[in-house]
């Protein structure tokens, strides 16, 4: 077992209590032992780790009796009946009655090891889903893959039942479209969400450093190697190893690797001892890893071990329905941060932001948002898109003058300096009108630093 799996242990004999408890522990198993089926309900919830073993035959509460009130505190909960020899009908009778098995007495040290192994991972299993469920339910991975289109939909459904496994994952996407967020996803929802998610970017490790980075080394192993270093692989043990635009390491570090998690072993540097690691492995990449091992830019063993299942990351343009949403996100967030207002969504930012084909995904997306929040970039100028009525097909006589008229009051407002005043002289309209207009495309005044001001006329 990769941890200690707890048992409740209850049976009114000391002798077989003491016995029990010193192989239990030498197998491996967080033992506590108890003389009552009082005692032990006492200690058990729905959330109860472990297991529950206990007698048959007891004074006061019996075995079948504790049964009974156990499940009905958590029916998934396996409980293990100890029988007298030969009373085969009673083991039945408590099977039938919901206990996960039976052992009869006496028993062989090795076969009950068994049965709590198998219990324990049984338990361990169902609690695991447990969380993933209420994960699911409380909006864990709403909060995380934002979106209400079919696309996002369905993102959030595959990485629910990948987490729900323990299976390698390749993550395909284009650049931008939030394959390490996607990864991190899959971590905290999955059973390994207490270990450590360690990330990796194949392509930005110099290819003399790649080796020492992954299995790490001793120290003296090279000439600069003054002190002993974990590599990522070790680090990542209980936990997932996600490596990050994996089509770019070297072919030579690929057998390795590949090794390396075959045998779910590493050696260090400079080291002939080997430690054992489990993990879980999340790729990402932008190339199609199959046909670069057809064209022998990747080693194909290499990819069908990381490629159990292969998710394909949708690119923004695949998810206009989300991306006003995403913007005001990001635009919310960035505000936030920055102790700034939001700035409000105004149709021509919208119409641009529409109109885009954001070839930078969602990275490109949430620059522009910030470039905004910030008072940086105009809604005509939103996501490095010309106006409006420059990327309308056909721009209607209404859509004209907005567009004069938003570029009349910016020009207005870079000429007065961010003087308010002088605007409204220049333009000839009231202080209210002006900041009316201002609010509906999006302007804020500029300082006389030559940086946006986040207020309107105010």
């Not at 394959?179 to 490790?205: M, P, Q, Y």
């Not at 070790?234 to 570090?253: I, K, N, Q, R």
């Not at 199609?288 to 990351?313: K, M």
């Not at 809604?379 to 490095?384: D, Q, R, V, W």
């Amino acid at each position: 077992m990769s941890q200690k799996a707890d048992v409740l242990f209850v049976d009114d004999d000391p002798a077989m209590r003491q016995s029990v408890e010193q192989f239990l522990r030498l197998a491996g198993f967080n033992l506590t032992a108890i003389d009552s089926g009082a005692d032990a309900l006492a200690r058990l919830s729905a959330n109860f780790p472990g297991i529950l073993v206990t007698d048959l035959k007891m004074p006061g509460m019996t075995g079948a009796q504790l049964l009974d009130e156990a499940l009905v505190i958590d029916p998934e909960l396996p409980v293990v009946v100890i029988t007298g020899h030969g009373d085969v009908e009673t083991a039945v009778e408590m099977m039938r009655r919901g206990a996960y098995d039976f052992i009869e007495k006496p028993f062989d040290p090795v076969r009950f090891s068994e049965i709590l192994t198998r219990a324990a991972e049984k338990r361990r299993l169902v609690l695991d889903n447990r969380r993933l469920r209420r994960a699911v339910s409380d909006g864990s991975l709403a909060g995380r893959i934002l979106g209400t289109s079919r696309a996002a939909q369905t993102l959030r459904d595959a990485v629910a039942e990948i987490a729900a496994t323990d299976v390698s994952v390749v993550l395909l996407g284009e650049t931008g479209v939030g394959k390490d967020l996607v990864a991190r996803a899959i971590h905290e929802t999955s059973r390994r969400a207490a270990g450590n998610f360690v990330a990796i970017n194949c392509a930005a490790i110099p290819e003399t450093m790649v080796e020492s980075e992954l299995f790490g080394h001793e120290q003296g192993a090279f000439t600069g190697a003054v002190r002993a270093r974990t590599g990522k692989i070790e680090h990542a043990d209980g936990g997932t190893l996600f490596l990050d635009e994996v089509e770019s390491m070297p072919l030579a570090m690929q057998a390795k690797l590949l090794r390396a998690l075959q045998d779910h072993e590493v050696e260090r540097l400079g080291s002939n001892r080997t430690v054992s690691v489990d993990l879980r492995t999340i790729s990402a990449t932008k190339s199609d890893l199959f046909q670069a091992g057809r064209a022998g830019t990747f080693r194909s063993d290499l990819f069908y071990r990381l490629a159990v299942v292969e998710l394909r990351i949708p690119p923004l343009r695949e998810r206009k329905d989300d991306l006003l949403l995403l913007f005001d996100h990001f635009v919310a967030r960035a505000a936030h941060a920055h102790d700034r207002e939001p700035r409000p969504l105004t149709d021509a930012v919208a119409a641009n932001l529409l109109a885009h084909d954001w070839p930078g995904n969602v990275r490109e997306l949430r620059n522009a948002a910030e470039r905004f929040a910030l008072g940086f970039a105009s809604s005509a100028a939103i996501g490095g898109v010309a106006s409006p009525s420059d990327e309308l097909t056909n721009p209607t006589l209404a859509q004209r003058v907005e567009a004069f008229e938003r570029s009349v009051i910016e020009r207005s407002l870079a000429e007065a300096k961010g003087s308010i005043a002088d605007v409204m002289a220049a333009l000839q309209v009231p202080r209210r009108t002006l900041n009316e207009k201002m609010a509906r495309h999006g302007l804020s005044r500029p300082r006389p630093d030559g940086v946006d001001r986040q207020d309107s006329a105010d």
